[in-house]
């Protein structure tokens, strides 16, 4: 059901097709962002709509950081939300920049990281296109959490976080796998019986198979390490 999954870049610079990406704007769902902007002010509530996202953020932050040491490193999160794993990897000493196109739930990022004092944390309005083409290979480590299912043009979204990491940096996806448990879980089960998230969260025909990802990750010149799943998928084992 949940997909995790890692590349790492070439240890040196590849020389990558300059074909035209997606500009700033163009590869974005308002409707999307809406569904998140509604939502912002509920970012930090555990037991709110984002209790799953909370739940899963010492799993993957210790997925990581346990492959990734992160103290010292630039690390960027490409549809950071309200900060939920942006916060936690500056709290293990990353310099990490969060990203994100929902004006509110940067303004929430923001806020929580003043009032919880936690440093090394910044936000930005951008998007991963925009900034790929403004600080090309400037990360250490680059992080896409529960954000591809969510945009029109996902390859454009992983072709952007490959610019972006250094040679030999590292760069994480984790998406929802394009299968019958997720669409029996994920949507019928979490969105229409226990009302765990808002109806119409995620819509199948927008989740990801890990053999795309795959694909666009190659086709950017990342080298797929993943994914790793034990058999329901939602963990990982980065041997
Ligand atoms: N990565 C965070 C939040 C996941 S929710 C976490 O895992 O905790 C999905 C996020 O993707 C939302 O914050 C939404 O605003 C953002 N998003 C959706 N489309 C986007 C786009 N085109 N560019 C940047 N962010 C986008």
Redesign the pocket.
């Known amino acids: 059901m949940g997909l995790f999954f890692v590349c790492r870049s070439e240890q040196w610079p590849v020389q990558r097709q300059s074909e035209p990406m997606n500009t700033s704007t163009s ?3 308002p409707a ?2 809406a569904k ?2 509604d939502l912002a002010h509920r970012w930090w509530d555990p037991e709110s709509e ?1 209790r799953p ?1 909370h739940q899963i ?1 010492p799993l ?1 932050l210790e997925w990581i950081h346990g492959l990734v040491p992160l103290t010292g490193l630039n690390v960027v ?9 942006a916060d936690a990897m500056a709290r293990k000493g990353a310099k990490v920049l969060g ?4 004006t509110k ?1 940067l303004k929430v990022a923001q806020l929580h990281a003043l009032e919880a004092g936690t440093q090394g944390v910044q936000y930005r309005e951008v ?2 296109e925009t900034l790929a083409a403004e600080q090309p290979a400037q990360f250490d480590v680059v ?5 591809l299912e ?3 043009d996902p390859a454009s ?1 992983v072709k952007a976080c490959a610019q972006m990491v250094k040679p030999g940096g590292w760069v994480f996806f ?1 998406t929802l796998n394009r299968n019958p448990k997720s669409f029996l879980f994920a949507i019928v089960g979490a969105e229409y019986i226990l009302n765990l998230l808002p109806k119409g969260t995620h819509e199948f025909a927008r989740l990801i198979k890990p053999s795309e990802l795959t694909a666009w990750a190659r086709e950017a010149g990342l080298n797929a390490h993943g994914p790793y799943g034990r058999k329901d998928g939602q963990i990982f084992d980065p041997v």
């Open positions: 590869n974005v769902d999307e962002l998140f902007s984002f996202l953020n993957r999160d490409v549809g950071c939300g309200g900060g939920i794993l990203i994100d196109l929902a739930s998007s991963a992080t896409c959490m529960e954000m969510h945009v029109p979204v984790s």
